[in-house]
Structures are given as structure tokens and as C-alpha cells.
């Protein structure tokens, strides 16, 4: 179980991520939501242990990350994202480099490299430089190597992010099934239709600090709304959306 | 008087079309080859840094020439050529630096393509742009050396101004001549090619140039007299080096080249007009007929092969940083450029050595074997440990902290193994086989093993307090001092060579001295050794792309202070 309590993060004094506290359970998708800026990538890398928490405690089956951070990330599998990838290097390099790494025995790296990059339809290209590849296409490679090495826990930042609507009904299926494996799900997303259909539960995030935590059936009822995207806009969205395209219209007519 | 200057040329330039000081603007801030730099490089002060250097130089020259005047009637030749010379090659190192940029790119035809500005407009834009950082080098590495060069050389013989500005004509059709070259072998390149095979075949030409432009500087010799100038020996020298045809293109102007050397300034009008006809006419057919190209090529390359499975090159971490840095070397330009730095210097020295091997007998083992190929381990030891300082890609090593799953210890093995792959494993392989020319063989043998465990030492130097993985972090051009720091290594290595290379050239004679000379040096690089894996068992992997995140809050709010709350109050910037 992936557990954050009082976790904070703040940048030269401004909280970025204030006092949060929510749990994922293994078996369980936890969809992470908040709109720009309300400090969902600040906490996913603070659960990565890429950034430092100001304050507050993650832990995972009960032990704090800091205790053992290498054995934690030897469980953990990240998306980031935005999909950085050390362009000169083609997908198959790339992984293999992330195997070696990870210090995968090179049979099975080769196997189950051979496997993503044909089911993920990448093979083809296997040689080209990651360069050239398309957002969609780097979102692949990101996600085969977040997976390669059979995760525990597997966090995934707007995963779907570039995806083409086949790509993204696999991905749609794969997290229900890691799910089901008896996996920790944790994945952000702005898609709200999606998390509606494959989350357990959700996180909703505003400002840093969280405003919903429970499961989508449970606040539908308890907010009386139909759908996760009214119950977000109440929760998450300032505006009046439809005045601000207006205004927006109407400043470039000017 | 610079004020005035100053507000003529803004004068002049507000009369230029918007569109073009618009583009020449933002060109002149790309005009440094992207990919030959760091994305993360500050390139104004990187490029102001240079104009320093070469200010320096120029002042240091002038300097020299006051006070430490030669005597009259000395012959000068020389040192007209040396300076153009110089003048060459900071012309040659801004060419590769700003290789490809006068061409259209993706980016411009993405970007520029569906804004109203015609190709032309482009064209010329990027053309000032390079016109501009050309004339800044020329300006500054010769504005002290050329007034006090006329002062000097010009007042005794045919007056300070003709002199002036014979040296300027010369210097700017040097200029003109090298970087019309470099135009023209890309455009004709990018005319006869297809779009992404040229592609492959620049950055090979920009290597190539690179190496013949230093090679050019540090291989060639000066021709002080008239014997030496008209000597048959040297006859294709003249004919074929451009630093001789502007030298003799100057003296042309100046009025002081003899009649037997009029051929060689001829071949300086000829080579710049032929160049310069080429380099315009392969330009503008290049933004005529491949702008379109360069839309329509695909991003991906589904055809290209890949070198099949590369042998594994230790444990599972050294494999993949080994295998990394040798990717990061062949497939970066930027890396491949700087490396190509010292590598010339290295093969420059291998080519003269080379030379000898096949044409002289063979000679005693001597300091004309022990010292080459020190200063060629140290060139590449050095070397290969700076270019492992360019980062490849900040924001991508979020993937190596989150596989971090070994101590620092296992790191900086990984990185030690790539340095003694890459950098000492070939000039050993090189010596060896230049170690043929040398008699007895065993002697030379007995060198190469020296400069193996050589190698080992600075390899272990390199790696002092270097807690990084090759390629992650450090060196971002302009903002660190590391050419200083690196030639400052350099030299202290050129010392400590010199000093190891007389004492074993005594030492291959002593088979008693040869062993402690060999147990001295085993014992330091097994001290280096012991020092690097104890620090680096309290040290932590750095890696440069945590910079310290700042949300600013810029205060601007339409509610009077007081109504302010506290907290933000306190954290509202003025």
C-alpha cells in the first residue's frame, strides 16, 4: 500500500503541494486529479523520490521510501510526464540501457523488450532514433520501461498523454489489469471520462491541497451529480468557462 | 566618437526592412550550430567569451610587437603568415560552429513557412547573422595586432596606411574565401544528396573540416626567406595551402611579394572567386529547391540499421554507461565536435609518426616515441574526460535516478571503464603499432606498457570528485570556466609527461630502473585508485538537472495591500 501523509512541498515558500494525505491500495486504480498547476506532477515526483517533500511521510507497505530507497525503487515504475528521452539513442537501446540498469538479466531483457516494442508496435522502428519519434510514440517507450522490470508499484502521470484512441484503450486495459494483478495504481490524468471508467477511486487536488479523496460512485452521492466532471468542475474550476471563450472571442475581434 | 558611430549604424539599420532586423535578431542569437552546443548553453556569453579571448590574443600581439620590436630588415613573412594563419583558423572554428545554420532548417521552415516572408528574406537574414559573427572575430582578434603590425612593418617600408589596409583586404578575403568553402561543400551537398543523407554526410564534412582547419594551423610550416619560399621543396606547399596564396595575395597589395610568387597570389583571386561563385549559386539554389524538401521529409527514419548487438563491456551498469557513452560520442555532434578537438591534435601527431614508419628505417627507441604518444594519451584521456562533462540531454536523467540501484562506487567503476575503452585502449593500440619503427622492439613494447599504467593515472585523475555519470552534467558553454580549468590540467599533464618521459628513456636502458619506474607508477594509479573508491563511498551521484525550482509571484493584483493577507504580503516580490 502506497500511503502519503501530511506531505508537503513548497517552493521558495509557496506551497505547491500543501498537507496532503491519501493512500493507494494494491488491486486499486487511485486516479489523481487537479487542474494546471494544482501540484499533481510535484506530488507523483515527490512519491518517485525525484524531488524532496518540505514535510510530511510516503510510505509503502507501512516503511517510510527514505528507509530503503533503492529496494523501493527497484518496486516502482514511473511514467513522467513529459516524455524526455535521451534522443540519440533508438527505443530498443533505450530500454535495453534501462534494463542494464535496472540489472536485468539480458535474456529476459531482450524477451520482454522484443514483446513491448512488438505489442506496442514499436518494433518496426526499433532502430530509428528516438528522435524522430512522435509524442505518442516516446509515450511507449516510456511506459515499456516503466513496466519492464514487473513493478509493484506502478505510477503513471497523464499517461495517455499523445496517445492514439488504439494506443490509449490498451493502456485504458493495461491498468485495469496490472490492477487486478494486485498492483498499486497511481495515474494522474486531465481525461476525466477515462478515470471515471477504470479508477476505483479518486484524489482530486486543488491548490495544492486535496478537496475529494474518495470513490466515484460515493461522491456522485454524496454531491449529488451525475458525472466525475461535474463533480470536478465544482470542486476544481473557478470560472465560468463559457463567459472566459466568450471573452476570449471577443478580445481578438477588438 | 562611439556614440556617434553607434547612432549611425542604429540610422542605418532602422532603414533595413522590419522582417529582416526582426530575423536577423533572432538568428544571430541561433547562430552557434545548436546541436554542436549544449541546448542549456548560454550563447551570448559564450560567444562573448570568445570575442574576449580573442581580444586578448590580439592585444597580446600588438603588445609584443611595440615593445619587443624586430630588427630592421628582418624578414617578416612568417609572422604574416602565422597570423593569417590564426586568423584562418578562428574563421574555421566559427565556420563549424556555425555549421548548417545558414541553411534552412525544419524549425524555420515549420515555423517561417506559414508566416508572409519570403525565402529570400530568410536567406539574407541568416546570412548578416553569420556575416556578423564572422566580422566580430575578425575585428576582435585583429583590431590591436593590425595597427600595431602597420605601425611596425608597414611605416619602414611603404607606409602605415597601405599597409592597413592591404592586411584588412586579406584578412576579410581569407575570411570570405574559408567560410564561402565550408557553404559550398554544404551546398553542393545538400543539392546532390537527398535531404537526410546529407544529413549524415555534414556532420562527417563538419569533423573533416574541423580536423584539416587545426591540422592546417599546427602542422604547417612557416617559410620565413626568399630561398625558403622559393624553394622547389616547398613548391606544393604554396600551391595547395591557402594560408601561402593570401599571404602572397597581401604582399601583392602591399607591394613587397617578389615576381617569382605572383602565381601563388593568382591562386588566391582565383580560389576566392570560385569559391565565392559557388557558395552563392549553391545557396540560393538550395533555399530555392530544398526548403520544400525539408517539410516534407519525414521525421522518421524507418529504414535506418543499427549496429547489431555490441558486445557487453563489463557488469550490467558498466555495459550500459559504457554503451551510452559510446553512443552519446558517435551520434552527438556536439560531443563528436568537441572530441574532434583533441582527437586531431592526437591523430595529427599519429599522421606525422605514421609518416616515418613507412618512409624512414627504422631508429632507435628515442624521446621522438616516448613523447608523442604521451601527449597523445593526455590528449585523449583529457579529452574524453571533458567531452564526459557536455550534457546530452538535462531533462532525460530523471531515468537514471529512478534506476539508481547501485552505490556511487559502482558509478564511477562504470565510468572508469568507459574512459580506459575510449580513451586509453586506442592510443595504446596506436602506440603499439607505431612502436614498429623503433628499435630494439622490446624497448618500445616496454613504453607502450608504461603508457598504459600512464593512461590508468590520469584516467584515475580524471575521475577525482567526479561523481557524475558521463554525459548527465557540469560543462554548459559559457557558464563555466572549464576551458581554463582543462588547459590548466592540460599543462600540469604536459609537465608531469615531460618529466616521466625523460626519466624513462634513462630507464629502458636499466632493466633495475625500468621495474621501479614501472612499480612507482603502478603504486600511484593503485593510490589514485584507493583515493577515488574510498570518496566515492560517502559521495552521491550529482546530477545537474535538479535546479532549484522558484515560483515567483510577481505582486500584481488589482486589491490595495492592506487587503492583502498577511502571508502574501510577505512573500509579494516588490
Given at each position: 500500500m502506497l500511503e502519503l501523509r501530511r506531505v508537503s512541498k513548497h517552493f521558495s515558500g509557496i506551497p505547491a503541494v500543501d498537507d496532503v494525505s491519501f493512500s493507494a491500495l494494491p488491486g486499486q486504480v487511485t486516479g489523481y486529479l487537479g487542474p494546471n498547476g494544482s501540484g499533481k506532477s510535484t506530488t507523483i515526483k515527490m512519491i518517485t523520490a525525484l524531488i524532496e517533500m518540505t514535510a510530511g511521510q510516503i510510505l509503502v507497505d507501512g516503511k517510510p521510501?527514505?528507509?530503503?530507497l533503492i529496494s523501493y525503487k527497484r518496486r516502482m515504475g514511473y511514467v513522467p510526464e513529459e516524455p524526455h528521452l535521451y534522443n540519440h539513442l533508438s527505443d530498443a537501446e533505450y530500454l535495453t540501457m534501462v534494463a542494464d540498469l535496472r540489472g536485468l538479466a539480458p535474456r529476459i531483457a531482450g524477451e520482454r523488450i522484443d514483446g513491448m516494442l512488438r505489442l506496442l508496435s514499436l518494433y518496426d522502428d526499433r532502430h530509428a532514433g528516438i528522435a524522430g519519434y512522435s509524442k505518442g510514440m516516446r509515450q511507449k517507450v516510456l511506459i515499456a520501461a516503466a513496466l519492464m522490470h514487473n513493478p509493484d508499484l506502478v505510477l503513471l502521470d497523464e499517461p495517455f498523454s499523445g496517445l492514439d484512441v488504439g494506443s490509449a484503450l490498451v493502456l485504458r486495459s493495461l491498468i485495469t489489469e496490472l490492477a487486478t494483478r494486485g498492483k498499486v495504481v497511481l495515474f494522474s490524468s486531465h481525461e476525466l471520462d477515462t478515470v471515471e471508467r477504470i479508477s476505483d477511486r479518486v484524489v482530486i487536488l486543488h491548490h495544492g491541497k486535496v478537496v475529494a479523496d474518495d470513490s466515484i460512485a460515493r461522491l456522485r452521492t454524496l454531491m449529488e451529480l451525475p458525472t466525475l466532471e461535474a463533480i470536478f468542475s465544482q470542486l476544481a474550476v473557478e470560472h465560468d468557462t463559457d463567459s472566459m471563450a466568450r471573452q476570449l472571442a471577443d478580445l481578438i475581434r477588438a | 566618437m562611439l556614440k556617434v558611430f553607434g547612432l549611425l549604424f542604429d540610422r542605418w539599420t532602422e532603414r533595413l526592412p522590419l522582417q529582416l532586423r526582426v530575423l536577423h535578431r533572432q538568428f544571430l542569437l541561433r547562430v552557434v550550430d545548436l546541436e554542436a552546443l549544449s541546448i542549456e548553453a548560454d550563447i551570448p556569453s559564450y560567444l562573448g567569451q570568445f570575442a574576449g579571448i580573442l581580444i586578448m590574443i590580439s592585444l597580446c600581439h600588438a603588445f609584443g610587437l611595440m615593445v619587443f620590436p624586430p630588427p630592421p630588415?628582418?624578414?617578416t613573412w612568417g609572422y604574416e603568415q602565422a597570423r593569417i594563419a590564426d586568423m584562418q583558423l578562428v574563421i574555421g572554428l566559427c565556420s563549424v560552429l556555425m555549421w548548417d545554420t545558414t541553411f534552412p532548417d525544419k524549425r524555420d521552415a515549420m515555423l517561417l513557412g506559414p508566416l508572409p516572408i519570403l525565402p529570400h528574406m530568410i536567406l539574407f537574414a541568416k546570412m548578416a547573422a553569420s556575416a556578423s559573427v564572422l566580422a566580430v572575430g575578425i575585428l576582435a582578434l585583429n583590431f590591436a595586432s593590425s595597427g600595431a603590425m602597420s605601425i611596425v612593418f608597414g611605416l619602414p617600408s611603404n607606409g602605415f596606411f597601405r599597409f592597413f589596409f592591404a592586411w584588412w583586404f586579406t584578412l576579410t578575403a581569407a575570411s570570405a574565401f574559408l567560410y564561402g568553402a565550408v557553404l559550398a561543400i554544404q551546398g553542393f551537398g545538400a543539392l546532390l544528396l537527398s535531404r537526410r543523407m546529407f544529413l549524415r554526410v555534414s556532420a562527417v564534412l563538419q569533423l573533416a573540416a574541423f580536423g584539416t582547419i587545426l591540422a592546417g594551423r599546427f602542422l604547417q610550416p612557416w617559410l620565413n626567406t626568399f630561398s625558403e619560399l622559393t624553394n622547389p621543396a616547398y613548391r606544393a606547399l604554396l600551391a595547395w595551402s591557402p594560408t601561402f596564396w593570401f599571404f602572397a595575395l597581401f604582399n601583392h597589395i602591399n607591394g613587397t611579394l617578389p615576381r617569382e610568387l605572383q602565381w601563388v597570389a593568382n591562386r588566391a583571386w582565383l580560389a576566392l572567386a570560385l569559391v565565392l561563385v559557388g557558395s552563392v549559386s549553391s545557396l540560393a539554389l538550395c533555399y530555392l529547391r530544398t526548403m520544400k524538401n525539408t517539410v516534407e521529409q519525414?521525421?522518421?527514419?524507418?529504414a535506418a540499421s543499427s549496429i547489431g548487438s555490441l558486445p557487453r563491456l563489463g557488469n550490467s551498469l558498466q555495459s550500459a554507461i559504457a554503451l551510452f557513452c559510446f553512443r552519446s560520442i558517435t551520434r552527438s555532434r556536439q560531443h563528436r565536435v568537441a572530441l574532434a578537438f583533441y582527437w586531431s591534435i592526437v591523430f595529427a601527431i599519429a599522421l606525422s609518426m605514421a609518416r616515418d614508419l613507412f618512409t624512414n628505417p627504422p631508429e632507435p627507441v628515442s624521446l621522438g616515441l616516448i613523447m608523442p604518444t604521451i601527449i597523445m594519451m593526455s590528449f585523449a584521456v583529457v579529452g574524453l574526460r571533458g567531452v564526459f562533462s557536455l550534457p546530452i540531454s538535462l531533462k532525460a536523467n530523471w531515468m537514471l535516478r529512478i534506476t539508481q540501484?547501485?552505490?556511487t562506487t559502482d558509478y564511477i567503476a562504470a565510468t572508469r571503464r568507459s574512459l580506459q575503452l575510449f580513451g586509453v585502449l586506442p592510443i595504446v593500440l596506436l602506440s603499439a603499432a607505431l612502436g614498429l619503427h623503433f628499435r630494439p622492439l622490446t624497448h618500445a613494447y616496454q613504453h607502450v606498457a608504461f603508457l598504459a599504467i600512464f593512461g590508468c593515472i590520469l584516467v584515475e585523475l580524471s575521475l577525482i570528485h567526479f561523481d557524475k555519470v558521463p554525459f548527465?552534467?557540469?560543462?554548459i558553454p559559457g557558464k563555466t570556466n572549464f576551458q581554463v580549468i582543462f588547459w590548466g590540467a592540460a599543462f600540469v599533464f604536459l609537465i608531469l609527461g615531460l618529466l616521466f618521459g625523460a626519466y624513462e628513456l634513462q630507464s629502458l636502458k636499466d632493466a633495475h630502473q625500468y621495474v621501479f619506474l614501472m612499480a612507482f607508477c603502478m603504486a600511484i594509479a593503485i593510490g589514485l585508485w584507493i583515493f577515488n573508491r574510498l570518496h566515492a563511498r560517502t559521495a552521491a551521484l550529482y546530477y545537474d538537472e535538479v535546479i532549484p525550482e522558484v515560483i515567483t509571484r510577481?505582486?500584481?493584483?488589482?486589491?490595495?495591500?492592506?487587503?492583502?493577507p498577511e502571508e502574501t504580503k510577505l512573500k509579494t516580490l516588490p
Amino acid at each position: 500500500m502506497l500511503e502519503l501523509r501530511r506531505v508537503s512541498k513548497h517552493f521558495s515558500g509557496i506551497p505547491a503541494v500543501d498537507d496532503v494525505s491519501f493512500s493507494a491500495l494494491p488491486g486499486q486504480v487511485t486516479g489523481y486529479l487537479g487542474p494546471n498547476g494544482s501540484g499533481k506532477s510535484t506530488t507523483i515526483k515527490m512519491i518517485t523520490a525525484l524531488i524532496e517533500m518540505t514535510a510530511g511521510q510516503i510510505l509503502v507497505d507501512g516503511k517510510p521510501i527514505d528507509d530503503d530507497l533503492i529496494s523501493y525503487k527497484r518496486r516502482m515504475g514511473y511514467v513522467p510526464e513529459e516524455p524526455h528521452l535521451y534522443n540519440h539513442l533508438s527505443d530498443a537501446e533505450y530500454l535495453t540501457m534501462v534494463a542494464d540498469l535496472r540489472g536485468l538479466a539480458p535474456r529476459i531483457a531482450g524477451e520482454r523488450i522484443d514483446g513491448m516494442l512488438r505489442l506496442l508496435s514499436l518494433y518496426d522502428d526499433r532502430h530509428a532514433g528516438i528522435a524522430g519519434y512522435s509524442k505518442g510514440m516516446r509515450q511507449k517507450v516510456l511506459i515499456a520501461a516503466a513496466l519492464m522490470h514487473n513493478p509493484d508499484l506502478v505510477l503513471l502521470d497523464e499517461p495517455f498523454s499523445g496517445l492514439d484512441v488504439g494506443s490509449a484503450l490498451v493502456l485504458r486495459s493495461l491498468i485495469t489489469e496490472l490492477a487486478t494483478r494486485g498492483k498499486v495504481v497511481l495515474f494522474s490524468s486531465h481525461e476525466l471520462d477515462t478515470v471515471e471508467r477504470i479508477s476505483d477511486r479518486v484524489v482530486i487536488l486543488h491548490h495544492g491541497k486535496v478537496v475529494a479523496d474518495d470513490s466515484i460512485a460515493r461522491l456522485r452521492t454524496l454531491m449529488e451529480l451525475p458525472t466525475l466532471e461535474a463533480i470536478f468542475s465544482q470542486l476544481a474550476v473557478e470560472h465560468d468557462t463559457d463567459s472566459m471563450a466568450r471573452q476570449l472571442a471577443d478580445l481578438i475581434r477588438a | 566618437m562611439l556614440k556617434v558611430f553607434g547612432l549611425l549604424f542604429d540610422r542605418w539599420t532602422e532603414r533595413l526592412p522590419l522582417q529582416l532586423r526582426v530575423l536577423h535578431r533572432q538568428f544571430l542569437l541561433r547562430v552557434v550550430d545548436l546541436e554542436a552546443l549544449s541546448i542549456e548553453a548560454d550563447i551570448p556569453s559564450y560567444l562573448g567569451q570568445f570575442a574576449g579571448i580573442l581580444i586578448m590574443i590580439s592585444l597580446c600581439h600588438a603588445f609584443g610587437l611595440m615593445v619587443f620590436p624586430p630588427p630592421p630588415f628582418a624578414e617578416t613573412w612568417g609572422y604574416e603568415q602565422a597570423r593569417i594563419a590564426d586568423m584562418q583558423l578562428v574563421i574555421g572554428l566559427c565556420s563549424v560552429l556555425m555549421w548548417d545554420t545558414t541553411f534552412p532548417d525544419k524549425r524555420d521552415a515549420m515555423l517561417l513557412g506559414p508566416l508572409p516572408i519570403l525565402p529570400h528574406m530568410i536567406l539574407f537574414a541568416k546570412m548578416a547573422a553569420s556575416a556578423s559573427v564572422l566580422a566580430v572575430g575578425i575585428l576582435a582578434l585583429n583590431f590591436a595586432s593590425s595597427g600595431a603590425m602597420s605601425i611596425v612593418f608597414g611605416l619602414p617600408s611603404n607606409g602605415f596606411f597601405r599597409f592597413f589596409f592591404a592586411w584588412w583586404f586579406t584578412l576579410t578575403a581569407a575570411s570570405a574565401f574559408l567560410y564561402g568553402a565550408v557553404l559550398a561543400i554544404q551546398g553542393f551537398g545538400a543539392l546532390l544528396l537527398s535531404r537526410r543523407m546529407f544529413l549524415r554526410v555534414s556532420a562527417v564534412l563538419q569533423l573533416a573540416a574541423f580536423g584539416t582547419i587545426l591540422a592546417g594551423r599546427f602542422l604547417q610550416p612557416w617559410l620565413n626567406t626568399f630561398s625558403e619560399l622559393t624553394n622547389p621543396a616547398y613548391r606544393a606547399l604554396l600551391a595547395w595551402s591557402p594560408t601561402f596564396w593570401f599571404f602572397a595575395l597581401f604582399n601583392h597589395i602591399n607591394g613587397t611579394l617578389p615576381r617569382e610568387l605572383q602565381w601563388v597570389a593568382n591562386r588566391a583571386w582565383l580560389a576566392l572567386a570560385l569559391v565565392l561563385v559557388g557558395s552563392v549559386s549553391s545557396l540560393a539554389l538550395c533555399y530555392l529547391r530544398t526548403m520544400k524538401n525539408t517539410v516534407e521529409q519525414p521525421d522518421l527514419d524507418p529504414a535506418a540499421s543499427s549496429i547489431g548487438s555490441l558486445p557487453r563491456l563489463g557488469n550490467s551498469l558498466q555495459s550500459a554507461i559504457a554503451l551510452f557513452c559510446f553512443r552519446s560520442i558517435t551520434r552527438s555532434r556536439q560531443h563528436r565536435v568537441a572530441l574532434a578537438f583533441y582527437w586531431s591534435i592526437v591523430f595529427a601527431i599519429a599522421l606525422s609518426m605514421a609518416r616515418d614508419l613507412f618512409t624512414n628505417p627504422p631508429e632507435p627507441v628515442s624521446l621522438g616515441l616516448i613523447m608523442p604518444t604521451i601527449i597523445m594519451m593526455s590528449f585523449a584521456v583529457v579529452g574524453l574526460r571533458g567531452v564526459f562533462s557536455l550534457p546530452i540531454s538535462l531533462k532525460a536523467n530523471w531515468m537514471l535516478r529512478i534506476t539508481q540501484l547501485r552505490p556511487t562506487t559502482d558509478y564511477i567503476a562504470a565510468t572508469r571503464r568507459s574512459l580506459q575503452l575510449f580513451g586509453v585502449l586506442p592510443i595504446v593500440l596506436l602506440s603499439a603499432a607505431l612502436g614498429l619503427h623503433f628499435r630494439p622492439l622490446t624497448h618500445a613494447y616496454q613504453h607502450v606498457a608504461f603508457l598504459a599504467i600512464f593512461g590508468c593515472i590520469l584516467v584515475e585523475l580524471s575521475l577525482i570528485h567526479f561523481d557524475k555519470v558521463p554525459f548527465t552534467c557540469s560543462f554548459i558553454p559559457g557558464k563555466t570556466n572549464f576551458q581554463v580549468i582543462f588547459w590548466g590540467a592540460a599543462f600540469v599533464f604536459l609537465i608531469l609527461g615531460l618529466l616521466f618521459g625523460a626519466y624513462e628513456l634513462q630507464s629502458l636502458k636499466d632493466a633495475h630502473q625500468y621495474v621501479f619506474l614501472m612499480a612507482f607508477c603502478m603504486a600511484i594509479a593503485i593510490g589514485l585508485w584507493i583515493f577515488n573508491r574510498l570518496h566515492a563511498r560517502t559521495a552521491a551521484l550529482y546530477y545537474d538537472e535538479v535546479i532549484p525550482e522558484v515560483i515567483t509571484r510577481l505582486g500584481i493584483t488589482l486589491l490595495p495591500p492592506s487587503a492583502l493577507p498577511e502571508e502574501t504580503k510577505l512573500k509579494t516580490l516588490p
